[in-house]
């Protein structure tokens, strides 16, 4: 009896402890250096793609696509080992993916748009844009929303999708911009007058670039008044400052000389 017993433990060990066991073992030391390597792996790609682009918000998303790829490779790989039919799991996520790819339909528009966003790179990190009714500068791009922030310091989070179907404007894609000013006079002001003091505020202006040179026309008359436009171009970092600035010049030059906005 007892050496029926020892028999039978010792068949339970040679045939299922010590075999199962030993795939187990493996798949579980097969996960976590998998893991590992993962990690590192999407790590190297993602920073050889940043070096090779220069695109910071690029890095990071394929840096997290590519983990998460491997990972799931690794997965397969440790189930696998312990003798799971990896074909049928295979298949298995396949369908699951279509069940959430049709409830989560905004989610993946969201995520293909981010990734042509970073194919065609209308913006970079830094750029002061305006998209899916919001300006502000480029903070980062996820898998799905844009981060961007607002001039008064706020972050607003815009879905990828909404940004790459409407219009997109980058107010820092270019070197140099253009000043659009508008100042109105009354029909009695000479407008000679009125033209030279705005070129000398401008002269005065050290920011503003020679070429192309500054214009300075009459550009609409309203019921009330005339209006100038004055177009200056300037370096894109120098926008704000000059405009602001040139404002405020004029104005004091034109109270100075006695000009006024308009006449009732």
Known sequence: MEQLEHMNLHSFLTDWVIPYGTKILFAILIYLVGKSLARVLSRVLGTAVGHSSKDDMLQGFVTSISY??????????????????T?????????AGLAVGLALQNSLQNFAAGVMILIFKPFRKG????AGGTAGSVRQI????????TGDNKSVLVPNGKV?????TNYSRN???RVDLTFDIAYDVDIAQAKEIIKK???EETRILTNPAPLIVVGALTTN??????????????YWGVYYGITEKVKLAFDEANITRYTK
């Open 225 to 238: 008044c005339v209006q100038l436009f004055v177009r200056p171009w300037v370096r894109t970092a120098d």
């Open 201 to 203: 505020c401008l002269e």
């Open 164 to 168: 790459f179907a409407d219009r997109i």
């Open 68 to 85: 998460f790829l491997f990972l799931l490779i690794v997965i397969i790989a440790a189930l696998s080992q312990i003798g799971i039919n």
């Open 87 to 95: 074909s049928s799991l295979v298949a298995l996520i396949g369908a």
């Open 127 to 130: 750029d002061y844009i305006e």
């Open 175 to 177: 070197q140099t911009r």
């Open 142 to 149: 996820g898998l799905l929303v844009l981060e961007l922030r």
